[in-house]
C-alpha cells in the first residue's frame, strides 16, 4: 500500500518557477516507480517525468525537458518536481504517482496504481 500527499501548487506568471512536493508513504521495503502526471480538464492524463524503482528518470520530452527536473529525497520520502519558465500550457492538475512494478515515461496512466489527490498549477500569460 503506498499513499501519496501532493503540495506546492499555486498561480504564477509566464516564465516564473514552482515547486511540486510529494510525500511518499510506502508499506513496503521494495523500490517502487514513482513520477508526476499532469491533466487539464477534459483531456487525457498525461506523463510528465518518472524515476523508475531502479533510479533511472525519464521525461516527457516534448512537453518540459531542460525546464522540469524530478527528484526524489529518500531520506524523507518526498517526490519533487522542479518547475521553471513556465507557460500557459502548462496550466493543469498535477498529480503524483506510485507502482510497484518498473514503469517509465511511456507508461500510461492505469499502469500505476496509487494516485495523489492532485494539486494545481496555474500560468498566467
Known amino acids: 500500500q503506498v499513499q501519496l500527499v501532493e503540495s506546492g501548487g499555486g498561480s504564477v506568471q509566464a516564465g516564473g518557477s514552482l515547486r511540486l512536493s510529494c510525500v511518499v508513504s510506502a508499506n513496503t521495503n521494495s523500490d517502487i516507480s514513482v513520477g508526476w502526471f499532469r491533466q487539464v480538464l477534459g483531456k487525457e492524463r498525461e506523463a510528465v517525468a518518472i524515476i523508475d524503482r531502479d533510479g533511472e528518470i525519464t521525461y516527457n520530452i516534448n512537453s518540459v525537458r531542460g525546464r522540469f527536473t524530478i527528484s526524489k529525497d529518500n531520506n524523507k520520502n518526498i517526490l519533487h518536481l522542479q518547475m521553471t519558465s513556465l507557460k500557459p500550457e502548462d496550466t493543469a492538475m498535477y498529480f503524483c504517482?506510485?507502482?510497484?512494478?518498473?514503469?517509465?515515461?511511456?507508461?500510461?496512466?492505469?499502469?500505476?496504481?496509487?494516485w495523489g489527490q492532485g494539486t494545481q498549477v496555474t500560468v498566467s500569460s
Open positions: 504517482a506510485a507502482d510497484e512494478n518498473k514503469r517509465w515515461i511511456g507508461s500510461p496512466h492505469y499502469m500505476f496504481e496509487y
